[in-house]
């Protein structure tokens, strides 16, 4: 028998990473040390007072059945506790909060509970591809947004056409940004709001970078702006902020028809997070703050060192005010996938291209803070010696 995919899986994009990928076994071959700047995923373990309370949650049998599918209550109520101790805004445990397995999963259910086939969705490029993917696999049209760098990596919303806007069901935004590592504005967020509302769109804003952030400039939530909790909701990651990737925890919060309509999805496809890392993921949300403001330092310490060497390679870098990547414009003459290409060839350090994002993500690469001091510092001396 033939076995055919279903057109959603045949429809993918190709993976962008497959030369690179060639390229890094055959110097992994050579017995070249390669080191990877390619992933965001925290290096850094997850702090020992989180482990500890899963240690201790693991061996409580009520932990082994089922969980709720929206999250113990005792982790809703952690979760909006955070919330309103770190942007002041309050939130109804019961009806505004949900648990995710990870945001990753919130922003893939998203459509299945609000896109028809043929609805618009609006999506940042360059952009986390699950926003778009998410899309597809519902039969939603993805309407690529530009972050252009002379719009401070914000979507110029007066520049979506008035026709797509009345097709759009759903916005995705992402501020602290993943890839540009842009940060938004009080202002920005005000005006995506009253566009959401004019149009009649879901705003869906995911926040998993709001805890890296530099110089003390701390990121809000779009929540605080007046009106929001008509229109949006918020996606929150536990594995950024407390080194968690593996985890698989996250929350997502505001409007409760947006906030059950996800549920919903939920009770349907997955029954919510092991109770023993809720547990944990409480403990995380409710203890004192001090392992974030430690693993910031790490990363800006990091982010200087290689905005440093890349500046002696004569490379021009966007300065992040958060997240732990750093956005870098491509060398004259070369594309992002020949710049990636020769960056690996050179140097045998992994950067990621930015048309892997999106279309817009040409011109750039992006470069990861989250490999280990000593790594970080061999790559960073490798790159000052880069002659591109
Ligand atoms: C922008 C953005 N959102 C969401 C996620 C998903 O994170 P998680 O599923 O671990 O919460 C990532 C992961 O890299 C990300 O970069």
Redesign the pocket.
């Known amino acids: 028998m033939v076995i055919k995919k279903a057109k959603r899986i045949q429809e993918l994009p190709p993976y962008l990473f497959a030369e690179i990928d060639k390229k890094k076994n055959a110097l992994k071959a050579r017995g070249a040390d390669i080191i990877s700047l390619g992933i965001?995923?925290p290096d850094l373990p997850t702090p020992p007072h989180i482990v500890a309370k899963l240690r201790e949650a693991a061996g409580n049998p009520a932990h082994h059945r089922y969980p709720d599918y929206e999250g113990m209550p005792s982790f809703r109520r952690a979760a909006a506790d955070w919330y309103a101790s770190r942007f002041g805004v309050r939130l109804d445990a019961d009806r505004e909060v949900v648990s995710?397995i990870?945001?990753?999963?919130g922003?893939a259910h998203m459509p299945i509970a609000f896109v028809d086939p043929g609805d618009v969705v609006l999506c940042p490029d360059p952009?986390?591809p699950?926003y778009a993917v998410g899309t597809g696999f519902c039969g939603g049209v993805v309407y690529r947004m530009p972050l252009r760098r002379e719009n401070a990596f914000l979507p110029d919303l007066s520049a979506i056409p008035d026709d797509v806007a009345k097709a759009a069901k759903l916005m995705w935004l992402?501020y602290p940004?993943?890839p540009t590592s842009a940060t938004a504005t009080r202002e920005f967020f005000r005006d995506a709001i009253a566009f959401a509302k004019r149009h009649e769109i879901i705003l869906c804003h995911?926040a998993?970078?709001s805890e890296i952030y530099f110089d003390g400039e701390r990121p809000m939530s779009f929540l605080e702006i007046d009106g929001a909790r008509e229109v949006g909701i918020e996606?929150h990651?536990?594995?950024?902020t407390y080194n968690m990737?593996g985890w698989?925890?996250?929350f997502a919060v505001g409007n409760e028809e947006l906030v059950a309509g996800l549920g919903k999805v939920k009770t349907n496809v997955d029954s919510g997070v092991f109770q023993a890392v809720q547990e944990a993921g409480i403990a995380a949300l409710s203890s004192d703050q001090g392992c974030v403001e430690s693993g910031r330092a790490i990363y800006q310490r990091r982010r200087d060192l290689v905005l440093k060497a890349l500046a002696k390679a004569g490379l021009k870098a966007v300065t992040p005010k958060a997240t732990f990547y750093v956005w870098v414009e491509n060398p004259k003459g070369l594309d992002s996938a020949s710049f990636a290409s020769r960056v690996l060839e050179e140097t045998a350090v992994v950067i990621t291209p930015g048309t892997g994002f999106g279309p817009s993500g040409e011109g750039y690469v992006r470069f990861s803070l989250t490999v280990a001091d000593d790594r970080l510092a061999e790559a960073v001396a490798r790159i000052e010696r880069l002659s591109l």
Do not use: H, P
């Open positions: 965001g995923d995710l990870g945001s990753k999963e922003i952009g986390y699950v992402c940004n993943n995911d998993a970078y996606f990651s536990l594995s950024k990737t698989r925890v996250g």
